[in-house]
């Protein structure tokens, strides 16, 4: 990681540098301590295109064997609107939010409500519902 983009603000929109936001998740040298963190530090993965990341955050029972990433898609903007439970003594969490993009010329908003669950310690993303 070049110290440019360890010292730029995250891309999550937490306010934080990246080195001290989702980088310290996306490195694995600290793991998600709520639901929340999870889905900001897997909004940040889809932008830098990390599909490790991605996978290693998706619960197995529901995970793809792979992501087709498409370096074209920019995600502009997260929106948290949302949360139930997802707390760091909790088991389960929902987060809602809205992810904002631009394809080409098209511009967009993916609205969905994730669910997460905690095993051994760790936030897992299971899956979601789009919303309108």
């Given at each position: ?109 993916l609205h969905e409500n994730s669910r997460f669950v905690r095993e051994d310690g760790r936030w897992l993303y299971v899956d979601g519902d789009i919303l309108s």
């Amino acid at each position: 990681m070049t110290e440019s983009i360890a010292s730029a603000n995250c891309m999550c929109l937490s306010g934080e540098p990246y080195a001290a936001c989702c980088g310290r998740f996306h490195s694995g040298r600290a793991q998600a301590a709520t639901a929340e963190q999870l889905m900001r530090s897997r909004y940040s993965a889809f932008v830098r295109l990390d599909e490790g990341y991605l996978l290693r955050t998706h619960h197995p029972s529901t995970a793809p064997a792979g992501l087709d990433l498409d370096p074209a898609m920019e995600w502009r903007r997260l929106d948290i609107l949302a949360t139930g439970g997802g707390g760091p003594f909790d088991t389960a969490g929902t987060v809602e939010f809205k992810a904002y993009y631009r394809h080409g010329k098209a511009r967009g908003v993916l609205h969905e409500n994730s669910r997460f669950v905690r095993e051994d310690g760790r936030w897992l993303y299971v899956d979601g519902d789009i919303l309108s």
